[in-house]
């Protein structure tokens, strides 16, 4: 099946994202194309890495993602396909891939290398044919001259001792709920036989949730979501205004 998912900070009212997508159909009328957002905010890098990484397993292996996310970028900014746990991902090597996953990449081709063109619009004129072409078959090494490595920004890390766990927010979700970056399996195994006080904003809890409607409207709940993840949140309330967080702020937990 030919899959190709989009994500893209074009937003949805100007003709950006239909052109991105004629132009792939143009080439392969058969290719399904998914939207996975094109709500990213404008050039946040960070944004678009954060869905990309929370979602792209989710697709087939195969599956082959087209991401326009701070698309034109600089003016040295390579034009990659990327092979990277068995899936396939197009755009600008500015970064944003080098924060989805850390384990090693399969193949790496620089897509606009052998007739380069010069461009405003790389998401359609650029990464649209490496992808329909990708989709349809096409081996990743003919698209392009080979790359031995791409960008990669270091993302905000948890420290973790018996003791203690410090992190981050690294995402306010559109519920205004606050995603950080402490893992449901760090937590499990610090907390073992232990009693833990989670901290932040000057308040302090003791209770994690296992599901959202546990906790009554305008209280606080925390919950290790579907991505494993530390997540908390007010029941029908924005914890990001309520609480006064925002992203990087800390969360500590300690152990006792």
Do not use: W
């Amino acid at each position: 099946m030919a899959l190709v998912t989009l994500l893209t900070d074009n937003g949805e009212t100007d003709h950006y994202v239909a052109s991105i997508k004629a132009r792939i159909l143009t080439i392969n009328p058969g290719i399904n194309l998914v939207d996975i957002s094109h709500q990213i905010n404008a050039c946040d890098i960070g944004h678009g890495a954060f869905v990309l990484k929370s979602v792209f397993r989710d697709f087939p292996k195969g599956t082959v993602h087209l991401v326009g996310v701070n698309a034109a970028g600089q003016a040295d900014t390579l034009s990659i396909a990327l092979h990277l746990e068995d899936h396939f991902f197009v755009g600008a090597d500015n970064g944003l891939f080098g924060l989805i996953s850390d384990k090693p990449h399969q193949n790496l081709i620089n897509i606009n290398s052998l007739n380069p063109v010069i461009t405003t619009f790389p998401e359609k004129d650029i990464f649209a044919p490496a992808a329909a072409k990708l989709a349809s078959g096409v081996a990743i090494s003919s698209l392009g001259k080979p790359l031995d490595s791409f960008k990669k920004m270091i993302s905000r890390s948890v420290k973790a001792t018996k003791k203690i766990i410090n992190g981050n927010v690294v995402r306010i979700d559109n519920y205004g709920n606050l995603i950080t970056n402490i893992t449901k399996t760090d937590f499990d195994f610090l907390s073992k036989d232990k009693t833990y006080t989670i901290q932040f904003s000057g308040e302090k809890f003791r209770r994690v949730h296992t599901n959202y409607f546990q906790a009554e409207q305008g209280d606080c709940f925390l919950i290790f979501n579907n991505l494993g993840v530390l997540e908390i949140g007010i029941y029908k309330g924005r914890a990001n205004e309520l609480l006064g967080m925002e992203y990087d702020s800390s969360v500590l937990i300690t152990f006792d």
